[in-house]
């Protein structure tokens, strides 16, 4: 049985590695389309929502969701214990996640983020 759940996890790290590269070409291509840099951002806001919900069924995660987040503007902070989390927040709000500078030089997952409109800080 572990070597399955192993297979299983390799298998669905492949499969993550794979989407988020397809939607991320899918998505430099559609920002030749648009001129203002802020078309783009949330253009690519609305991307990362899709890839993070597809990620969710592809991982086989089940999140359960206690209330609502709110209407009106305002500032969601969360001190996360995992480079998963994020993804968990992110699935269900639109936002612009600010994240440490190091993130952008990592490959794939950082030129995501800037495509996406993550805003990144030297702490």
């Keep these: 049985m572990k070597i ?8 669905r790290l492949l499969l993550f590695a794979l989407i988020t590269l397809i939607v991320y070409s899918f998505l430099l291509v559609t920002n030749l389309f648009y001129k203002k840099k ?3 951002i949330e253009r ?9 919900r597809i990620l969710h069924y592809v991982l086989g995660t089940k999140i359960i969701v206690y209330g609502n987040e709110p209407k009106v503007s305002g ?6 214990r995992s480079y998963f989390d994020p993804l968990v927040i992110l ?7 600010i994240a440490k500078k190091e993130v952008e030089s990592w490959p794939l997952i950082g030129n995501v983020c800037k495509t996406t409109g993550v805003i990144f800080v030297n702490r």
């Design 4 to 11: 399955f759940s192993t297979f299983l996890a390799i298998i």
């Design 38 to 40: 802020t078309l783009r």
């Design 44 to 52: 690519g806001i609305i991307y990362r929502r899709f890839i993070i």
């Design 75 to 80: 500032l969601i902070v969360s001190n996360h």
């Design 91 to 97: 699935k269900n709000v639109l936002a612009y996640p």
